[in-house]
């Protein structure tokens, strides 16, 4: 199947820091999307990105399907972007196909 | 009130009892997942569900089993819980290859 490698696996920055995530995967995607999960454990989706570049607010994401990768875009980090972020994705090939999910990267924003 | 909605939100439970989590949507997706979550690592599929007659394993099966009830409802069962089975369980709905959606986690706690 389809594998997701994100990147870094930790990163701590200093509010007002900006700071980009990586997300690679290895087969051609009908479907990617960034979602973020607080420390309450909720899953908040952020970006389905499957192409192209999007904006929301402080956060962006470009994904690059020709070269398997996609960024998320942090500006002017906030504490409240502390928590994980998980890539998932999921292959062309198979029309029920489904999500698969990178390990995340833990972020962790100081005042 | 949240489109997907999964009760209960915590259970502490015994070895060996039978459990199930229900799970239900308003968004009016046809397809349904189940996901499993361990501290510090991603998600990863048990089952999942593209309509009312079609079930399918995921990556993690062995030890569960799910019912879909209507398109709107999907449960998952332990038949008889260990303490491995001590994870986040997450919901999640979405519409053929779009845009994936969770809900809040059920967790569970096998003594």
């Known amino acids: 199947g389809i594998q997701v490698e994100q990147s870094p696996p930790d990163l701590i920055l200093q509010e007002g820091a900006n700071s980009t995530l990586r997300c690679n995967f290895s087969?051609?995607?009908?479907?990617l999307q960034w979602f973020h999960q607080n420390p309450w454990g909720q899953l908040i989706n952020l970006f389905y990105?499957?192409?192209g570049t999007k904006q929301n607010g402080r956060l962006s994401a470009t994904t690059v399907a020709t070269e398997r990768y996609s960024l998320l875009y942090i500006s002017s980090s906030q504490t409240t972007d502390s928590g994980v972020y998980f890539c998932?994705?999921?292959?062309?090939?198979?029309?029920?196909?489904?999500?698969?999910f990178g390990e995340g990267t833990q972020l962790t924003v100081n005042p | 009130d949240a489109d997907v909605t999964q009760t209960p939100r915590n259970r502490i439970t015994k070895t060996g009892k039978r459990i199930m989590l229900e799970c239900s949507q308003t968004?009016?997706?046809?397809?349904m997942y189940w996901y499993r979550q361990d501290p510090g690592l991603g998600l990863r599929l048990i089952y999942y569900?593209?309509?009312?007659?079609?079930?399918n394993k995921g990556e993690i099966s062995d030890g569960y089993s799910v019912s879909r009830q209507a398109q709107a409802k999907f449960s998952l069962s332990l038949e008889s819980a260990i303490p491995n089975q001590t994870a986040l369980y997450f919901c999640?709905?979405?519409?053929?290859?779009?845009?994936?959606?969770f809900g809040e986690g059920s967790r569970l706690t096998v003594l």
């Open positions: 968004k009016g997706h046809d397809r």
């Open positions: 999640a709905t979405r519409q053929n290859t779009g845009e994936l959606f």
């Open positions: 087969d051609s995607v009908n479907n």
């Open positions: 569900s593209f309509d009312v007659k079609d079930i």
């Open positions: 990105i499957p192409s």
């Open positions: 998932a994705a999921s292959p062309e090939e198979t029309s029920g196909s489904r999500l698969t």
